[in-house]
């Protein structure tokens, strides 16, 4: 047997699922809601990737009160040159510039640890009462009239209202419910690595767009930077197994 109804099951514990989860829930506390985590415990806190989080959604953020714990560890985004040009050229020409504030003290964007956003948000969803469960997944789920009832990976079924798939681009979520999609393959991959710097970086970002694909460097708290390099696959894949230089 089920439990009993909730309003909302969201499948996926990233920043998107548990985002909806705490604006849902702040907009409406009455409903019950409910949120399924594939992730074993604590995983989310050794995420050591970064997010550009735009002054849209820094102030949606701190509409729900989560902005002021985030933003001791968020790097403000002063100014971004963009450039176009191959990488053999000696001297890139400059396309276009953001500089400024969107309001005074107001940075355009900011750079964001992702487990400093995912524990903000976490706290926040527990503060408000979403129901956490974790290191669980969705397995399959039926529509029963009005409802749709999920089966956990543990055997254990929910009913809900509604159910949001926010388990990433490879949503199995969205694959059962027969959604398709159409990829296509780029030959293009990403390494993403955090670099610290020798001089002050001033909350500068700079973007290359070179004929393999974009090479962005944005900055990061305590004089860092996370690194966005964009290669053919197969020079990526060379590159990931260079020996490291000391």
Request: proline fraction near 5%; glycine fraction near 10%.
């Amino acid at each position: 047997m089920a439990d009993a109804t909730l309003d909302i099951i969201i499948g996926g514990g990233g920043y998107v699922g548990l985002g909806a989860a705490v604006a849902i829930k702040d907009a409406a506390p009455h409903l019950a809601i409910a949120l399924v985590d594939a992730a074993p415990e604590g995983v989310w806190m050794k995420d050591q990737r970064a997010s550009a989080i735009a002054t849209g959604a820094s102030r949606m953020l701190d509409r729900l009160q989560i902005w002021d714990a985030i933003l001791p560890d968020a790097q403000a985004i002063n100014d971004m040159v963009i450039t176009d040009s191959r990488a053999s050229d000696p001297v890139r020409p400059v396309f276009l510039t953001f500089g400024g504030d969107v309001e005074p003290g107001e940075p355009f964007a900011h750079m964001v640890p992702n487990k400093s956003l995912v524990g903000a948000l976490r706290q926040r969803a527990q503060e408000l009462g979403v129901e956490i469960l974790q290191a669980e997944t969705v397995e399959d789920f039926t529509r029963t009239g009005p409802n749709v009832e999920i089966t956990l990976g543990n055997g254990v079924k929910r009913r809900a209202r509604l159910l949001v798939a926010a388990d990433g681009v490879r949503s199995g979520l969205r694959d059962k419910a027969g959604i398709k999609t159409v990829h296509f393959d780029y030959g293009q991959s990403g390494i993403v690595t955090t670099v610290a710097h020798e001089r002050p970086h001033e909350g500068r970002a700079e973007e290359h767009f070179l004929p393999a694909g974009p090479f962005a460097i944005l900055p990061l708290k305590d004089n860092r930077s996370s690194l966005v390099w964009t290669e053919s696959t197969r020079e990526a894949e060379k590159l990931l197994k260079a020996d490291e230089l000391v």
